[in-house]
């Protein structure tokens, strides 16, 4: 299981168009990955609790997917195709929602806790064309 930060420095400045949505979904997928390890010493070794961490695992690759689509694509396609960039981020939002809420009931109260965090994502980040300059 990849449990690396994205990290703001690495792509903050390379995203082109969508930088307050791209921003937000690396501070999320950052916040997932911190507590992955934790989640998986946890070892919730029932069916559902591995199908979650899988699904879990699945949605940060797809996240991260996004993320360097954003950073490498022309300013132009992501113009164009912004309507389903903002709809694959609502999907993954969704995704990452619903395995940890399954995680959560799964791991120790403490661990439980702190799976609920990164569920708390507002919405609004998920603006269309924002831009890193000016």
């Known amino acids: ?10 792509y903050s400045c390379a ?14 997928v950052d916040r997932i ?13 029932c069916r559902e609790g591995i199908e979650a961490l899988c699904s879990l695992s699945l949605a940060l690759e797809k996240a991260k997917l996004i993320i360097q689509h954003c950073t490498e694509s ?3 396609y992501l113009a164009i195709t912004g309507d389903a960039i903002k ?5 993954l939002q ?8 399954q995680i ?3 791991v120790p109260l403490l661990l439980a806790a702190r799976v609920s965090r990164p569920l708390l ?4 980040s998920w603006e269309m064309g924002s831009r890193t300059s000016p």
């Not at 299981?1 to 690495?10: A, W």
């Not at 709809?87 to 999907?91: F, H, Q």
């Not at 969704?94 to 809420?101: E, K, P, V």
């Open 1 to 10: 299981m990849t449990g690396g930060k994205v990290g703001l420095d690495s």
């Open 15 to 28: 995203a082109k168009v969508h930088h307050a949505m791209c921003k937000e979904l690396i501070k999320l």
């Open 33 to 45: 990955s911190e507590i992955v390890l934790s989640i998986e010493s946890a070892q919730p070794r």
């Open 74 to 76: 022309s300013k132009l």
């Open 87 to 91: 709809l694959r981020c609502e999907r």
């Open 94 to 101: 969704n995704a990452f929602g619903q395995s940890l809420t």
């Open 104 to 106: 959560q009931s799964l």
């Open 121 to 124: 994502f507002p919405p609004s």
